[in-house]
């Protein structure tokens, strides 16, 4: 019989949105419709702080923030760039190992 260890701190039965999906699902886009967010768990407030640092999330006044369409587009724009050139550079690296073996 196999024995399966479960990390109980690590795994969760409740289904947590995303703060992108949170903010969403309230029209936070705009600085008008900017919603608090006050029953985030510890991991979905770590994001939203990462969020707001890189500019993707905005805070108004009063700890509520909204979404910045734009910024997280730009944001997944240059993921993707940097994602394409990390795979150019793999591909330039094997190919001049294979060529000096």
Same mark, same amino acid.
């Given at each position: 019989?196999? /024995?399966? !260890?479960?990390?109980?701190?690590?795994? +969760? =039965?409740?289904?947590?949105? +995303?703060?992108?999906?949170?903010?969403?699902?309230?029209?936070?886009?705009?600085?008008?419709?900017?919603? !608090?967010? !006050?029953?985030? +768990?510890?991991?979905?407030?770590?994001? @939203? $702080?990462?969020?707001?640092?890189?500019? =993707?999330?905005? @805070?108004?006044?009063?700890?509520?923030?909204?979404? $910045?369409?734009?910024? @997280?587009? $730009? /944001?997944?724009?240059?993921?993707? *760039?940097?994602? /394409?050139? +990390?795979?150019?550079?793999?591909?330039?690296? *094997?190919?001049?190992?294979?060529?000096?073996?």
């Amino acid at each position: 019989m196999a /024995f399966i !260890p479960i990390a109980a701190g690590h795994v +969760s =039965t409740k289904h947590q949105k +995303s703060v992108i999906d949170l903010l969403r699902e309230c029209r936070a886009l705009r600085r008008e419709a900017a919603q !608090p967010l !006050p029953d985030l +768990s510890k991991m979905q407030r770590r994001v @939203l $702080d990462q969020a707001v640092d890189r500019g =993707t999330v905005r @805070l108004a006044a009063g700890n509520r923030y909204y979404l $910045d369409e734009d910024a @997280l587009r $730009d /944001f997944h724009s240059r993921q993707f *760039a940097i994602a /394409f050139a +990390s795979a150019v550079v793999a591909a330039g690296i *094997a190919a001049a190992w294979l060529l000096i073996r």
